[in-house]
Nanobody
Framework: QVQLVESGGGLVQPGGSLRLSCAAS????????MGWFRQVPGKEREFVAA????????RYADSMKGRFTMTRDNAKNTGYLQMNSLQPEDTAVYYC?????????????????WGQGTQVTVSS
């Protein structure tokens, strides 16, 4: 089992930045993929970004390209999502996820482990 704990959410003004963290523990993985999804009430959970744990290859949803950057620190078993130029439409609960396979996929059903989520609110 892998446990994922998100942190770093909060309230930020439009145009501002936040950095989310996802700490992995338990049966940690030297390969595999860590991803971020987000969800607003009444909508499907949508893919945000993902990174391969060994090579650091990243993939982003089109609406996040150029604004969000995902990185990882293998020594700390922690992934990060740097979010810049945040807008009210980025308001959501952000979830960290992990899959054992090293291939990045953007559908939530492909991920084996999930965190509890962290709220991000973008408002003036």
């Amino acid at each position: 089992q892998v446990q994922l704990v998100e942190s770093g959410g909060g309230l930020v003004q439009p145009g501002g930045s936040l950095r989310l963290s996802c700490a992995a523990s338990g049966r940690t993985f030297s390969s595999g993929v860590m991803g971020w999804f987000r969800q607003v009430p009444g909508k499907e959970r949508e893919f945000v970004a993902a990174i391969t744990w060994n090579a650091g290859i990243t993939r982003y949803a089109d609406s996040m390209k150029g604004r969000f950057t995902m990185t990882r620190d293998n020594a700390k078993n922690t992934g990060y999502l740097q979010m810049n130029s945040l807008q009210p439409e980025d308001t959501a609960v952000y979830y960290c996820a992990a899959r054992r396979s090293g291939i990045i996929l953007d559908n939530r059903g492909s991920y084996d482990y999930w965190g509890q989520g962290t709220q991000v609110t973008v408002s003036s």
